[in-house]
């Protein structure tokens, strides 16, 4: 196991054409996937919260790397479910 990192450090990791964040209060699935798949993207990040969601001060710093809040659906899925549809979903988009 690797040494914890600060959600920050943890986000600057990643370079990416289009970033994702699952949260339930974010934009229409739907919306934001025309949008990607406009982009044409070579290299997608996908972040999926903690069960029982992040703290508003956590959500800021995602905010702040340019991650863009995506509803998977209109009810609020599990995080475990996150995992599984949020990168079928994406998945689909570009086979």
Known sequence: ????????????????DVKIFFDPAGK???DVMNHV???NPKNIVLLIGPEGDLHADEKNIVHM??????A???TIVR????????PGFIRSLFV
């Open 79 to 86: 995080a475990v479910q996150a995992a599984t549809l949020g």
């Open 28 to 30: 229409s699935f739907f």
């Open 72 to 74: 998977l659906t209109p």
């Open 1 to 16: 196991l690797k040494e914890p990192v600060s959600l920050q450090s943890a986000l600057e990791k990643y370079d990416a």
């Open 37 to 39: 798949h406009s982009k």
């Open 65 to 70: 790397n340019n991650f863009i809040f995506c």
